[in-house]
């Protein structure tokens, strides 16, 4: 199998990808908020594809690792036109499209924008409209303060360094793209992942997804004892196995 990395110049920035030749239907990872492509999912998924002579494509989204653009200047508009943009320039036939957290969020916008190139779904600890729903909950009376006085406020995480700063424009794109407050209209196989232990995303917020989602091929995993990464070894080997039936589905 043929691997290549290279960029992907649009009109909104560059993109860098890593990308696996091999069969349909193609695999692309999509990471979420202050990750990037070599996070412990996506090089995971990118080596069990090689294995198992499946394409893969992996890419850092704007504002992310090596790709251009600014953090702060993005949103779920943004990182689902670059999606959108690597389905269309940088991959042929039907597509599985795997998205961690944020970029489960961008999974199902890039699902409802090419629903003829986008053959499956999976995501974990998907988290549309956390801008509008769990952040505004989840705020302190100091961020708050800091996002009224500046425009921004930061989040401390176990699993980054250093904090995120959330900006004002993340926020208001995030609520032009809410999903949840109605349909998603989706005919694809869906498949959620999702650790009960989640202390950044609910895992409440699959069983919505599930419930939102227009098709009748939904299913949800939920892990008792998984946190928000879901990537011990137990955790990636689930998602392996979950790409499996997914192919096995997309190909049926």
């Known amino acids: 199998m043929v691997s290549t990395q290279g960029r992907l110049t649009t009109p909104k920035g560059t993109l860098v990808y890593d990308r696996l030749d091999g069969a349909a239907p193609g695999v692309i990872f999509l990471h979420g908020l202050n990750s990037d492509r070599n996070g412990n999912k996506a090089k995971a998924l990118a080596a069990y594809c090689e294995a198992h002579g499946y394409g893969c494509l992996r890419f850092d989204n704007y504002g992310h690792g090596e790709s251009s653009g600014r953090f702060e200047e993005g949103g779920p508009s943004l990182w689902r036109d670059a999606a959108v943009a690597v389905i269309d320039e940088l991959t042929t036939g039907p597509q599985i499209l795997v998205g961690s957290s944020m970029g489960g969020w961008v999974m199902l916008l890039a699902a409802l924008a090419r629903p003829k190139r986008v053959a499956g779904l999976i995501g974990i600890a998907a988290a549309p409209d956390f801008t509008d729903e769990m952040m505004a909950a989840t705020l302190s009376a100091e961020q708050r303060g800091d996002f009224e006085r500046q425009g921004y406020f930061e989040i401390i995480s176990p699993y980054m360094e250093p904090p995120m700063r ?68 137990q955790d990636l080997a689930l998602l392996c196995r979950t790409l499996d039936h997914m192919v096995e589905r997309v190909r049926a």
Not at 166 to 184: C, E, Q
């Open 166 to 233: 959330i900006s004002r424009h993340l926020v208001d794109d995030g609520n032009r793209n809410r999903l949840l407050g109605g349909p998603i209209e989706l005919s694809c196989p869906v498949h959620l992942l999702h650790g009960q232990q989640d202390e950044s995303v609910p895992w409440q917020r699959s069983m919505q997804i599930s419930e939102k989602i227009t098709g009748g091929d939904v299913a949800v995993t939920l892990i008792k004892d998984g946190d928000h990464r879901l990537s011990r070894d």
